[in-house]
Nanobody, 130 residues
Framework: QVQLVESGGGSVQAGGSLRLSCAVSGYTYSGTCMGWFRQAPEKGREGREGVAAIDSDGSTAYADSVKGRFTISKDNAKNTLYLQMNSLKPEDTAMYYC?????????????????????WGQGTQVTVSS
């Protein structure tokens, strides 16, 4: 059974940094993508947007709004996915979710196909104050 458990969220001031972690069990990375999505407070699940994605080879993709500020990475030995977030802005405030899929896709494709991710964590809240 696949389980994804996020941690690392919190409240920071604009310009600060956070590192999110996603502990993964029951899932193998081979040939698949994992990603981070976020859902702003005023938006429902359908408003969830792709933030960053990584495939089994380590190729990555980012939403334009976070390029140059966020970095996705994974540690296969620890079965953990990370999202390093620097230069945080108030508009980054959201619930952040880790997700995994068994479907074959590129990281760029993954950012726009939330519906094809079958495994989700419970989310971790990130709040950025100005």
């Amino acid at each position: 059974q696949v389980q994804l458990v996020e941690s690392g969220g919190g409240s920071v001031q604009a310009g600060g940094s956070l590192r999110l972690s996603c502990a993964v069990s029951g899932y193998t990375y081979s040939g698949t993508c994992m990603g981070w999505f976020r859902q702003a407070p005023e938006k429902g699940r359908e408003g969830r947007e792709g933030v960053a994605a990584i495939d089994s080879d380590g190729s990555t993709a980012y939403a334009d709004s976070v390029k140059g500020r966020f970095t996705i990475s994974k540690d296969n030995a620890k079965n953990t996915l990370y999202l390093q977030m620097n230069s945080l802005k108030p508009e980054d405030t959201a619930m952040y979710y880790c997700a995994a899929t068994r479907r074959s896709m590129t990281p760029v494709q993954a950012l726009g196909v939330m519906g094809l991710f079958g495994y989700w964590g419970q989310g971790t809240q990130v709040t950025v104050s100005s």
